[in-house]
């Protein structure tokens, strides 16, 4: 594949940021031509060299490039500022991000601050560990030390003593991990501030408390009153001759900028609450490549498993890279628009961690003896790894010689690599991510392998082992709500909306894998009983109904009840699914690869979930990968006890390791059950640690995630940047696991068929639209999604109960009785800046009269409840009653606009429309229109559009077209009046938590 940059220079130019690509030392010269970012965002080929033009005072050293965000109108260059090697795979290093630096593009002068304040943090950080402060410019010679030992050797925490925060003074450590930053201090940045949107943002004193900087240090380093996002604890300038200083003050910066002005200040008529939301958004991004979850190789596709490998291909990396775990595709398109592939950088999120392992046989009779090089106290101990330049293989030196095992004399090197590839496809966080989304794709789909290769990697000599598993939440479309300790399952959809997004997931799995055994470890009791029922019974549909590729191929099923089997601790008994399941992982079997060539391939996965596809998950998957590892090494004649030898205690660490960092990116804090994966056994102490993570899933679950959730949608391109506006307005972030448009458009044709009797009554346009939950009101305490349809002879109004996918009720409103149409501002809440947008809060009331026997509103009065198959009973669907409505002129439907982005309307104009007011205007012209070309209209009365009373016309007198007329429904000073305190109050404490 073409070679990749693995080093560049970021340095600011008058016309736009410059990226020159760097060879490492001793690599020969770059290749790559540099390239330009304009302030503008676009990405172009720079044909003149310009490190040496006096404009360019400071340039940044670069691991690589994350992408290129864009928060509104402005631009954001996200590159690599720290890495560590993590493994080696064929020769090729595999590196972990440990740091990265956002650079804004908004001018010159605020890109070269963030690269100066950058440069001195890494320049601090190499002070702090010892280093000079010249070997800065050839900081990045990991690719000079090709073996794998040098880099699992635990670089050395930076004393407290030496680093002091640039802002408060103090000193401390400032290395972080996502568990502490991301997850669980979230609070220190600012989530219980006193005023979190207020024009006057935090006072000095506050910020400083919260673990922010003074609004000093933000007019110094803010691109144009925009916080920048280069290293927290390092904004503001710092005199590079004593970088432990505090910063300095910038007479020349102006200060902080309100939130209503900071669009202008942008040059931009983006939504303000966004922008305002601008420094946490930088901020949050920032935290979440820089938490040790993302993992890159320039030379090894990490997408792919190892016989899937492309290594003579010309094709950049970045077109070869598997689209379902690259992570920065989207924020990567401005680089392949421009054809600057050579700087696209593709990451995954997971795990990627190996370990080096002798076997060494004491006699040719006997098992083999397992050198364990991390192994438990008092049993050998690690000390240093180096590579072996006689033959090539690791040496493990140890200084305990009073318990080392007899010296053997012959043995064998081994390196199992375990690489965890984290989907994009329904990608989130724990409660705000569950089940499936219509396109099949499930929550945490986490595709695990793992490699048992020699030390050298040398085919002709050795075999190279790869095993496979899945792990994903389970296919059904289901919801838990995150306030409660043991959440109920709420299931969504009819069995057929089920059953066509469960058969899909699993014939991408066939597709993928081949042959599927799932492995359901729910309970089959108490709250995950109703889920568990539904997985099993849809997998018995699928297999009756042509199985998972519809040509027979069957879903192997099994629902082992984890808890109930390993009550009292007793998790070896899971050694009981491993005999069930054995037939199957032997005929699947592993991949081998000998002589480069894949001689043998796995012909399915064992796919395996649990609620939360963590805890229950890690520990089956450990078992079967801890046999299938036994049963490889057995094939070459090495013998090892994984299970009861404590010298193998390195294998129960590399996939606890691997279950942590799936745990936090998933649900905020490390696995439950760490301490049997890593010890084989069970004990109080670990139930204690299990007790206090749950209770700090619990805090992320109500409070950490809804944030977090909206960046993770926003940066895998799954939704635009008005989900900040949203979350501001509801302090949650959406789930977007199903298309809105289609399951409105099916909304509409369901109800057309439910309630349009006469077939020659044609449907002429359909919408969904926002109503209160009571007829003859304005504004109700929630609001539903209701459908309204136009006939040539009436309208219908109908609610759904959008669970079961059935129509509850339903009226229909003749067209001859349409006495008015009133559309206007419709504002039914003050809380947030977008539920008082006038411009976007649009509705409109129609005007009925319910003459005696004529209007009904017909209900079903079969039970709705969801059945234990989340759908309703066969029965429910064809019986209705009818009620009579008042007798009683001035009857009324109040209506509001949904963002026209996810509304379904069935006429042409409507579709086009750009915004809510135009939605509401042509639903109403084409209701008046349609009213007014009926034939037959009978006696109407003149009533006045949004008063109660009018005259009549009599009888024989001409008829009045119905009118559109424009007034306020609810205007913003009347919304203002009715908001109660309480409301107010509500808000406003959950706007202080949850920010």
């Excluded at 089997?565 to 037939?583: A, Q």
């Excluded at 299970?643 to 606890?656: E, G, H, K, R, Y």
């Excluded at 639209?769 to 459908?787: N, Q, W």
């Excluded at 009857?891 to 939605?919: H, I």
Aim: glycine share 8%; with cysteine.
């Amino acid at each position: 594949m073409p070679g990749l940059v693995r080093k560049l220079l970021i340095f600011a130019a008058v016309d736009g940021l410059v990226l020159q690509p760097a060879p490492p030392r001793n690599h020969l010269p770059a290749t790559q031509q540099a390239i330009k970012i304009d302030y503008k965002g676009n990405v172009g080929p720079l044909l003149k060299d310009r490190r040496d033009e006096d404009t360019t005072p400071a340039s940044l050293e670069a691991h690589g490039i994350i992408g290129l965000l864009q928060v509104t109108t402005s631009y954001f260059l996200i590159s690599i500022l720290g890495r560590e090697q993590v493994a080696q795979i064929r020769g090729k290093p595999v590196y972990k991000v440990t740091n990265v630096a956002l650079i804004p593009l908004s001018s010159q002068s605020d890109a070269d601050k963030a690269i100066v304040t950058a440069r001195e943090h890494v320049l601090r950080h190499r002070q702090a560990q010892g280093l000079d402060e010249d070997s800065y410019d050839s900081e990045s010679d990991e690719d000079d030390a090709p073996s794998v030992t040098d880099s699992l050797e635990e670089e050395p925490p930076a004393p407290p003593s030496q680093v002091k925060d640039p802002v408060t003074g103090q000193q401390g450590n400032r290395r972080t991990s996502v568990a502490e930053d991301v997850m669980q201090r979230k609070g220190v940045y600012g989530r219980f501030a006193d005023r979190w949107f207020s024009k006057k943002g935090w006072n000095a004193d506050q910020r400083r408390t919260q673990g922010m900087r003074s609004d000093e240090d933000l007019g110094k380093t803010m691109p144009k009153n925009v916080e920048s996002s280069v290293p927290d604890e390092d904004q503001g300038h710092v005199n590079p001759s004593k970088p432990d200083a505090l910063p300095v003050e910038d007479s020349d910066v102006a200060g902080p900028v309100s939130p209503e002005e900071i669009p202008k200040a942008l040059g931009g008529d983006k939504d303000s609450t966004t922008v305002a939301l601008l420094p946490k958004i930088v901020r949050t991004t920032k935290m979440y490549f820089a938490s040790g979850n993302f993992f890159f190789s320039y030379d090894y596709d990490l997408s792919h498993a190892i016989d899937q490998q492309q290594p003579s291909s010309s094709v950049p990396l970045s077109k070869q890279f598997d689209s379902l775990f690259f992570w920065n595709r989207h924020i990567t398109t401005s680089f392949t628009d421009a054809g600057q592939h050579s700087f696209v950088l593709p990451v995954i999120q997971g795990f990627v961690g190996q370990r080096p392992f002798s076997i060494k046989v004491v006699d040719t009779k006997s098992n083999s003896v397992v050198i364990d090089p991390d192994s438990t106290p008092n049993d050998m101990e690690l000390q240093s790894m180096h590579k072996n330049n006689s033959t090539d293989s690791f040496a493990i030196m140890d200084t305990t010689a009073e318990t080392q095992p007899p010296q053997p004399s012959n043995g064998k090197d081994f390196l199992l690599t375990l690489i965890s590839r984290r989907s994009v496809k329904r990608a989130g966080l724990r409660y705000l991510r569950r089940g499936v989304d219509d396109e099949g794709s499930t929550a945490n789909g986490v595709e695990t392998e793992q490699i048992l290769s020699s030390s050298t990697w040398n085919t002709t000599q050795d075999k190279i082992f790869s095993f496979t598993q899945f792990r994903g939440s389970i296919p059904l479309f289901f919801s838990q709500s995150p306030y409660s300790l043991k959440p109920q399952v709420n299931t969504w959809g009819s069995t057929e909306t089920n059953a066509k997004a469960f058969r899909r997931h699993f014939a991408d799995l066939s597709a993928r894998y081949g042959s599927i055994y799932a492995a359901s470890l729910v309970d089959k009791n108490g709250t995950e009983a109703k889920i568990g029922e539904l997985y099993e019974r849809h997998a018995k549909i699928l297999n009756e109904n042509g199985g998972m590729d519809g040509k027979g191929r069957q879903l192997d099923f099994q629902w082992f009840d984890f808890h109930h089997v390993c009550r009292g601790m007793r998790f070896e008994n899971v050694s009981l699914l491993m005999d069930s399941i054995g037939s199957f992982l032997k005929s699947t079997s592993w991949t081998e690869i000998s002589n480069d060539q894949a001689t043998q391939k796995q012909t399915g996965v064992l796919r395996t979930n649990c609620m939360d596809c963590l805890d229950r998950t890690n520990v089956v998957q450990s078992a079967c990968a801890r046999t299938t590892l036994e049963a490889q090494l057995s094939a070459g004649s090495y013998s090892i006890d994984l299970q009861n030898d404590p010298s193998t205690s390195w294998f129960n660490t590399l996939w606890a390791d691997n279950g942590d960092a799936i745990s936090k990116q998933y649900a905020g804090t490390a696995a439950l059950k760490g301490d049997f994966t890593r010890t084989r056994k069970r004990q109080i102490t670990g139930a204690l640690t299990d007790f206090g993570l749950t209770l700090s899933r619990y805090y992320n679950n109500i409070v950490n995630d809804y944030f977090t959730q909206a960046v993770i949608d926003w940066l895998l391109g799954r939704a635009t940047d008005s989900i900040f506006a949203e979350f501001e307005a509801d302090m949650k972030s959406a789930d977007y696991f199903v298309d809105v448009r289609k399951v409105r458009q099916a909304a509409i044709d369901r109800a057309t068929n439910r309630v349009v009797e006469d077939k020659n009554e044609d449907l002429i346009a359909g919408w969904t639209l926002s109503v209160p939950t009571s007829a003859d009101h304005l504004k109700t305490a929630t609001f539903e999604e209701g459908v309204l349809l136009l006939t040539e002879k009436a309208l219908y109004f109908c609610r759904l109960d959008w669970g079961t996918e059935k129509v509850r009720e339903f009226e229909r409103i003749e067209l001859e009785n349409l006495e008015g149409i009133v559309r206007g501002v419709y504002i039914t809440s003050t809380l947030a800046t977008r539920h008082m947008d006038e411009q976007r809060n649009v509705g409109f009331v129609i005007r009925y009269r319910a003459e005696p026997g004529g209007g009904l509103v017909r209900r079903n009065t079969r039970s709705l409840s969801s059945g234990k198959d989340g759908a309703p009973s066969e029965d429910q669907s064809s019986s209705t009653s009818k009620s009579k409505t008042p007798q009683a002129t001035g009857r009324f439907l109040a209506f509001k606009a949904l963002p026209p982005r996810t509304s379904v309307p069935a006429s042409g104009e409507v579709a086009e429309a750009d915004n809510e007011g135009e939605v509401v205007k042509g639903i109403c012209e084409e209701i008046a229109k349609v009213a007014n070309n009926t034939k037959t209209r009978g006696q109407v009365k003149t009533s006045v559009p949004g008063t109660e009373q009018g005259g009549e016309i009599g009888d024989g007198a001409q008829e009045r077209r119905l009118e559109v007329d424009e007034k306020d429904i609810i205007s913003l000073s009347d919304a203002k009046r009715s908001t109660g305190y309480v409301e107010t109050l509500a808000y406003s404490m959950k706007k202080l938590v949850w920010g």
